[in-house]
C-alpha cells in the first residue's frame, strides 16, 4: 500500500527489541489465530494469553470484535475492507512484537493473500499461523452470537462459511482442532510448541 503522507521519516528506537527479549526474558511474535466464525478463535486467544501471564510472559489478545469498536470502526465486510481491516492489525501487531511481547490476533481473516501480506511483514519466525479447524456445521450448531441463522436468513451479507469464502490455511505452523480437542488440549498444544521452537522456556 503505498504511503500518502510526504516527508516523513522512520525513526528507530534506542532500546533494540534484542534488548527487549533480555529484559523479558522471552522471544516476540504474533500469534495469528485464523478461523470461521465461531471456531473458537477469541476464546483459545484468551485462555493461551492466561496460560502465558501465569509464565510470566507478556502478551495482549487483539480481538477481531475489539478491534472493529474502535481502530477499525470504519470498516465494513467487503472483500476491500477486510483487507484493509487485516492490513491495519497487522502493522499494529508488529508494533507489539517490536516492543518485545507477544500479540495474540484472533480474526477470521478468510483470504490467503490478506494472511500471506501480514506475514511478509514479520521476520522469520516472528509470525505464527495458528488455524482453528472448525467445520461450518459445528460452527452453525455453536453460533454464539445468532449470526449463522441471520446470515442463512439473508440478513447478513457477506458472511464468511455462508455467503463469503474462507481460505484454509496451507502451511499454518499450528492446526488446532476445535471439534475433537478441549481448550485445555489446545492451549497446551501452542504452548508446547512456543517451547520447542524457543520463543519460551519451561517453568522451572
Given at each position: 500500500?503505498?504511503?500518502?503522507?510526504?516527508?516523513?521519516?522512520?525513526?528507530?528506537?534506542?532500546?533494540?527489541?534484542?534488548?527487549?527479549?533480555?529484559?523479558?526474558?522471552?522471544?516476540?511474535?504474533?500469534?495469528?489465530?485464523?478461523?470461521l466464525s465461531g471456531a473458537g478463535k477469541s476464546t483459545l486467544s484468551t485462555a493461551v494469553e492466561r496460560e502465558l501471564y501465569n509464565?510470566?510472559?507478556?502478551?495482549?489478545?487483539?480481538?477481531g470484535d475489539n478491534i472493529r469498536h474502535g481502530l477499525n470502526n470504519n470498516l465494513g465486510f467487503s472483500p476491500e475492507d477486510r483487507k484493509e481491516n487485516i492490513r491495519r492489525i497487522g502493522e499494529v501487531s508488529k508494533l507489539f512484537v517490536d516492543a518485545g511481547l507477544f500479540a495474540l490476533s484472533a480474526f477470521i481473516s478468510p483470504y490467503r493473500e490478506d494472511r500471506d501480506m501480514v506475514r511478509s511483514r514479520f521476520a522469520d519466525g516472528e509470525f505464527i499461523e495458528v488455524y482453528v479447524r472448525c467445520s461450518v456445521d459445528e460452527c452453525a450448531r455453536r453460533d454464539p452470537k445468532g449470526l449463522y441463522e441471520k446470515a442463512m436468513r439473508g440478513e447478513i451479507k457477506q458472511f464468511t462459511g455462508v455467503s463469503a469464502p474462507y481460505e484454509e490455511p496451507l502451511t499454518a505452523e499450528i492446526i488446532v482442532n476445535s471439534e475433537s480437542q478441549s481448550i485445555d488440549e489446545s492451549v497446551a498444544q501452542i504452548i508446547n510448541y512456543l517451547k520447542d521452537q524457543g520463543y519460551i522456556q519451561d517453568e522451572e
Open positions: 500500500m503505498k504511503v500518502k503522507s510526504e516527508n516523513i521519516v522512520w525513526h528507530h528506537n534506542h532500546v533494540s527489541r534484542e534488548e527487549r527479549h533480555e529484559l523479558n526474558q522471552h522471544r516476540s511474535c504474533v500469534l495469528w489465530f485464523t478461523g509464565r510470566g510472559i507478556r502478551s495482549y489478545v487483539l480481538d
